[in-house]
């Protein structure tokens, strides 16, 4: 069984910059593909980023790619989500999310999950 506990949301004024933390428990966290996914008010749950096991691919959503960096450090068993040059559109309860199995995009793809943590930009 995995756990997974996100950290580092909260208040920034657009333009700015975040980065989110995302704790892993157990030993498997190496072998385990990483994701960020987000749900804004009213909205569904849409994907952000994903980080393969290894730590060599990355995957961004249209709406983030150019400004979210994903890494991972397996030492830490820790992902990584930098935010830069923040938008309103961005404020939402971002989620992290590992998986056994290669699917990207769908949050059926994903077996565990974490309980979220909240990042509102300010217009």
């Known amino acids: 069984q995995v756990q997974l506990v996100e950290s580092g949301g909260g208040l920034v004024q657009a333009g700015g910059s975040l980065r989110l933390s995302c704790a892993a428990s157990?030993?498997?966290?190496?072998?385990?593909?990483m994701a960020w996914f987000r749900q804004g008010p009213g909205k569904e749950r849409e994907f952000v980023s994903r980080?393969?096991?290894?730590?060599?691919?990355?995957y961004y959503g249209d709406s983030v790619k150019g400004r979210f960096t994903i890494s991972r450090d397996n030492a830490k068993s820790t992902v990584y989500l930098e935010m830069n040059n923040l938008k309103p559109d961005d404020t939402a309860v971002y989620y992290c999310?590992?998986?056994?199995?290669?699917?990207?995009?769908?949050?059926?793809?994903?077996?565990?999950w974490g309980q979220g943590t909240q990042v509102t930009v300010s217009s």
């Open positions: 980080i393969t096991s290894t730590g060599l691919n990355e």
């Open positions: 157990g030993r498997t966290f190496s072998r385990l593909h």
């Open positions: 999310a590992a998986a056994e199995r290669p699917g990207i995009y769908n949050v059926k793809d994903y077996d565990y």
